[in-house]
C-alpha cells in the first residue's frame, strides 16, 4: 500500500476523493509494475469515471510538465517515489467554473 508513501503536490479535492485517488494508485501499483504507466492512468482513470462520473483524465510518468483547465474540486497530482500522477476532471466550461494550477491570481490596475 501506499500509506505514508505518497507526497500531494496540489489538489482542490475533497479529503475523501484524494484518499480515493491515492487507494486506486495503490492498488494499481499493486497490480501492474511501475513501468506500465498507462496501465496505472486508464486504471485510476476508470475507476474514476465509475465513481464520479465521466470526463476524468489521468497522467502518470516520471518526467512530465503540465498546465491544464479543470472542474473544481476535481484536482489532483502527487508522487509515489519518483512516479507522479495527476488526475483531473477535464473542463471546457468558462473560466468562472474551472481552475488551472499552479493558480494565478489576475493583476488589478
Not at 6 to 11: F, W
Not at 36 to 43: C, D, V, W
Not at 54 to 82: A, E, L, M
Request: with cysteine; glycine share 10%.
Amino acid at each position: 500500500m501506499l500509506e505514508g508513501k505518497a507526497v500531494i503536490g496540489e489538489t482542490d479535492m475533497l479529503q475523501t476523493m484524494q484518499q480515493d485517488a491515492l487507494e486506486l494508485a495503490a492498488k494499481a501499483l499493486d497490480i501492474f509494475d511501475v513501468t506500465e504507466a498507462t496501465e496505472i492512468a486508464r486504471f485510476i482513470k476508470k475507476e474514476f469515471d465509475g465513481t464520479y462520473g465521466p470526463g476524468w483524465q489521468c497522467i502518470v510518468g516520471t518526467d512530465f510538465g503540465s498546465f491544464v483547465t479543470h472542474c473544481s474540486g476535481c484536482f489532483i497530482y502527487f508522487s509515489v517515489g519518483s512516479l507522479s500522477i495527476l488526475l483531473f476532471r477535464g473542463s471546457a466550461a468558462p473560466e468562472a467554473e474551472t481552475n488551472q494550477f499552479p493558480a494565478f491570481e489576475p493583476v488589478k490596475a
